[in-house]
C-alpha cells in the first residue's frame, strides 16, 4: 500500500463533440491566462478598477485565484493523467473560473462602471464590457457543464467485479 498517489489516464469521454468542447475551453483559458499573466500587475489595477465588493485586498485575491483556476483547470481539460483528486480539484476550477468572469461581468454591467477593459485578455487587447461580456462569461459556463459531463472523472460501471 502506498500513500503517494498515482495518476491514472483520463477516463474514456462519453462523446468526440465533448472531448472537442474541452480542448476549445482549454484553448480559450490558456489565451485568457498567458495574455493576463503577461500584464498581471496592469491586470491587477483594471480588476481594482472595478470596484469589487470587499476593496483592494479581496480584489487581489480574487484576481489571484481566477489566474491560477485559468492553470489548474487545464490538465483536466486536456485529459493529462492525474490524481483521481487532483482530477476533481482541476474539473471544480473550470467552474470557478465560469463563475468568476460571470460574476465580474455582471458587477460591470449592473454597478455601470466607466471601464474600457473587461480583462478577458488582460490589457493587451481592450475588450469592452457590456452584456455581450456577461452572455460570453456564461457561454464559458456552458463549456465548463459540457467538458464536465463529457468527461466526468469517475468511471462509470458496476462497483462489484464478476
Known amino acids: 500500500m502506498s500513500f503517494l498517489p498515482h495518476a ?13 468542447i474541452a ?9 485568457f491566462v498567458i495574455t ?5 500587475e ?6 481594482v478598477s472595478f470596484g469589487l465588493p470587499g476593496g483592494v485586498q479581496l480584489t487581489y485575491l480574487l484576481t489571484a485565484l481566477l489566474v491560477a483556476c485559468e492553470v489548474l483547470a487545464l490538465p483536466f ?20 473560473v465560469a463563475l468568476l468572469w460571470i460574476k465580474v461581468t455582471l458587477w460591470v454591467v449592473f454597478s455601470d462602471i466607466p471601464a ?3 480583462g478577458f485578455l488582460g490589457t493587451i ?4 464590457p457590456g452584456w455581450w461580456a456577461v452572455f460570453v462569461s456564461s457561454a464559458l459556463g456552458i ?18 467485479k464478476k
Open 143 to 160: 463549456l465548463a457543464a459540457w467538458a464536465s459531463w463529457g468527461m466526468w472523472p469517475t468511471q462509470k460501471g458496476s462497483k462489484r
Open 8 to 20: 491514472t489516464p483520463a477516463p474514456v469521454p462519453r462523446t468526440q463533440d465533448s472531448k472537442r
Open 77 to 96: 481539460l486536456l485529459r493529462m493523467p492525474l490524481s483521481r483528486a487532483f482530477r476533481w480539484v482541476s474539473m471544480g476550477a473550470g467552474w470557478v
Open 23 to 31: 480542448l476549445f475551453y482549454a484553448i480559450i483559458l490558456m489565451a
Open 125 to 128: 487587447v481592450d475588450i469592452m
Open 42 to 47: 496592469s491586470f491587477l489595477q483594471l480588476m
Open 116 to 118: 474600457e477593459n473587461i
Open 36 to 40: 493576463q499573466l503577461f500584464t498581471f
